[in-house]
């Protein structure tokens, strides 16, 4: 089946609001054996919308648009949809009703704009939206069954779920399987190589992402035996990783499992990440069992009056530096009364740097009944950048303690 979806606003075109519903929609087609072949953004035109479905409805069989559903001016998809077909809009007496009975029920007064709501391209069949008073529309445009949701993201889940999912079901080729194995530790590129081979291995499809220096390999297989070839193909993977392989689909979840196998309690000590490790933990369903809290130490003060560090380290070394990250991470341990404490200083930029600790330069250190090991990196890109990854290695750091204890 060829799937397109269709995503409309000007607030997405120029980059004021985030596509969440294309990807969300692409992955739960995934799971009824559907892949989207393509996806197009556009913005509040008549004419641009209006192309837009014409030319997706002459080459696929299944389209999905979001947007555009609403009552003001800038909500055209109904008029652009007609055009489209090459038909006109008629008015629906029973759709104004079921709008205006949904406000009343709501408390809401009704606008001008909800009887544009009730007017659907002549042969459109209209879709419930039980979350909202735009109804969603069902037509044929070309070649393709089009479905049109609202573009709110939880009208949209609940209209496609009801409406859209039971076809993909009827005619997709069933779901797949599929496996996702997350690394840490390799560049893409190392990571890569060290499964070249099983590129070219059509019983089950690879593909890679990297994103803040965590790589995912995604592993898919279709029709009878896929869920073992998947199996064994992640089986072989995971071989090939090694430790660098999670144990969990994230760093986060890998790291509270491992706190969870060995009974132990992490506590964090930022800086330049400013709590960025510690809403990623908590991040975590039940992690509150193995995490004790932590102290975002930005001012030196906060460092020596919280966490103990010493001034004399400060004034000998400066904030980011070894001995500070040492003394933090022992200072949380101790105060927090955690099994581990893990510290992050550096600069992230984009001011501050200098020759001697430049934009990028991170310091950690992990506290353990061991002793404690220090640790330093350098990272490229802007501070989102930097403190991103400074967090997951931080996170890192831990989970190769909790490994190798």
């Not at 996806?39 to 004419?47: F, I, M, N």
């Not at 008029?79 to 009703?97: N, Q, S, T, W, Y």
């Not at 609202?150 to 496609?160: L, N």
């Not at 400074?390 to 190798?404: D, F, G, I, T, Y």
Request: hydrophobic letters at 45%.
């Amino acid at each position: 089946m060829e799937l397109e979806t269709i995503s409309t606003g000007d607030e997405l075109v120029r980059g004021r609001s985030p596509d969440t519903n294309a990807p969300w929609i692409a992955r739960r087609a995934a799971e009824e054996g559907v892949a989207r072949t393509r996806h197009t953004t556009v913005g509040d035109d008549l004419e641009a919308l209006a192309a837009a479905f014409a030319e997706a409805g002459a080459r696929a069989d299944l389209v999905v648009v979001t947007g555009g559903l609403g009552p003001t001016e800038d909500d055209l998809t109904r008029e652009a949809a007609a055009r489209a077909a090459g038909v006109g809009l008629v008015f629906r007496p029973d759709l104004l009703e079921e709008i205006e009975a949904r406000l009343a029920a709501r408390g809401l007064p009704r606008i001008p704009g909800n009887r544009v709501q009730a007017r659907l391209p002549e042969g459109a069949e209209p879709l419930p939206n039980p979350l909202g008073t735009a109804p969603g529309m069902r037509m044929a445009i070309g070649r393709a069954e089009f479905f049109f949701l609202s573009g709110v993201p939880g009208e949209m889940e609940r209209m496609f779920d009801e409406s859209v999912r039971p076809v993909l079901r009827e005619r997709g080729g069933g779901a797949a399987a599929r496996e996702t194995i997350a690394a840490f530790g390799w560049p893409e590129a190392r990571v890569d190589e060290a499964l070249a081979d099983l590129w070219p291995r059509r019983d089950v499809r690879l593909g890679l992402t990297a994103e803040s220096g965590v790589i995912r390999i995604h592993l898919e297989a279709e029709g009878p035996g896929g869920r073992e070839r998947v199996a064994r193909r992640a089986e072989e993977v995971r071989r090939r990783l090694g430790k660098i392989a999670l144990e969990a689909p994230d760093l986060p979840r890998s790291v509270a499992l491992l706190l969870a196998r060995r009974g132990a309690v992490l506590a964090t000590a930022e800086s330049c990440t400013g709590g960025l490790v510690g809403k990623l933990l908590t991040d975590v369903p039940g992690i509150s069992a193995h995490y004790a809290g932590g102290v975002v130490a930005y001012a030196d003060a906060v460092k020596r009056d919280l966490l103990g560090v010493r001034a004399s380290t400060l004034s000998a070394h400066g904030a980011v530096s070894e001995p500070v990250a040492r003394e933090m991470a022992e200072g949380v341990r101790a105060r927090l009364g955690a099994t581990l404490g893990v510290s992050v200083t550096g600069v992230a930029g984009p001011g501050g740097g200098s020759e001697e600790k430049p934009v990028g330069l991170v310091h950690f250190a992990v506290a353990a009944p061991d002793g404690t090991s220090a640790t330093r990196r350098r990272f490229p890109g802007d501070r989102r950048v930097v403190r991103r990854l400074a967090a997951n290695v931080a996170l890192a750091l831990v989970r190769r303690w909790l490994r190798n204890a």
